[in-house]
């Protein structure tokens, strides 16, 4: 006898931003206590920062962030095995995060943080590509039913939607990790898009490689969430005699704004430095401007 199978039910769209299927945090009705409100000032200090550090591959992203104050890393790929710390230490990481749950349910776990300043998400951009989006392709059905097979398959961009609201539940539980005092810190690709913008015309923009259109706006989420994004680049660049670009060989982060690239910096904190040097991979001025406003090695 031939086994018939039952179609995949229609998608529910409403239901599914609002429960993510059985990824969210499971909310039971309970009634609901009132608190007691009180106007108090805000301490510095008392919450962590939301850092994201974006450059090309091999510009020094994570032996930068192994400066930080006392860090730990979360790696799905494991790509940092192939590199030597910096500081000549070993490297501390969570192990065995290889799925959106795992990531999810880390990103959740405060106690397992609680000897630790900063966490650092090695990269965003494997978080939503390599996580997120296979998760989305295997657990929510087309919107007139059916298995999708990849993130295309959804139609109108409706893949990139489902991505994004996911990766917006995971910014939940990153402010979360904020809240508890930590520094959360996603390291990212650099990609390019191209802008056109009255005045000026077209050109080039680098930004953190995250999914970036109508649907799935998640870079500018995550830009606007964090409160510092910071590039690295090459420090300077110069024009030889035959027209070409040649590239210093010392590296620099810059957290403001310019047209080529998005940075932005909270605060005043980096007022006089647009832009950080780094000598070498165990130099943390960056770190030591950013905690402690100072620019002197003791």
Excluded at 97 to 126: A, H, I, M
Excluded at 136 to 150: D, L, Q
Excluded at 152 to 173: C, I, K, N, P, T
Aim: charged share 30%; proline share 5%; hydrophobic share 35%.
């Amino acid at each position: 006898m031939t086994e018939v199978k039952k179609p995949l039910p229609k998608f529910d769209n409403a239901a599914a931003k609002a429960a993510r299927s059985n990824m969210t945090r499971s909310v039971k009705d309970k009634k609901r206590i009132k608190k007691n409100f009180s106007i108090t000032e805000f301490a510095n200090g008392e919450e962590g920062k939301k850092i994201i550090l974006y450059s090309d591959s091999g510009m020094g992203k994570t032996s930068l962030a192994a400066t930080l104050p006392s860090p730990v890393f979360i790696c799905p790929d494991r790509g940092i095995q192939e590199l030597v710390h910096p500081l000549g230490l070993t490297w501390p990481i969570v192990k065995d995060v290889d799925t959106w749950g795992d990531l999810r349910d880390v990103t959740q776990d405060l106690s397992l943080f609680k000897d630790k300043e900063s966490v650092v998400f090695d990269t965003g951009t494997v978080a939503q590509n390599s996580l997120c989006t296979p998760w989305v392709v295997e657990n929510i059905p087309k919107e007139k039913g059916g298995k999708a097979r990849k993130i295309a398959d959804y139609g109108y961009g409706g893949g990139y939607e489902h991505v994004f609201y996911e990766m917006l539940l995971w910014q939940s539980d990153l402010d979360g990790l904020v809240r508890a005092g930590k520094n959360v810190v996603i390291l990212c690709q650099a990609a390019q898009s191209e802008i056109d913008k009255a005045g000026y015309g077209k050109y080039l923009q680098s930004h953190p490689d995250l999914f970036n259109n109508k649907k799935g706006p998640v870079m500018p989420s995550f830009v606007a969430w964090a409160s510092y994004v910071l590039y690295i680049d090459w420090a300077d660049i110069k024009i030889d005699d035959q027209k070409r670009a040649i590239a210093s060989d010392e590296r620099g982060v810059f957290t403001k704004p310019e047209m080529f690239f998005k940075a932005k910096s909270r605060g005043d904190v980096f007022e006089e430095y647009p832009l950080v040097q780094f000598e070498n991979n165990a130099d943390d001025t960056l770190w030591r401007i950013m905690f402690d406003g100072d620019t002197e090695d003791d």
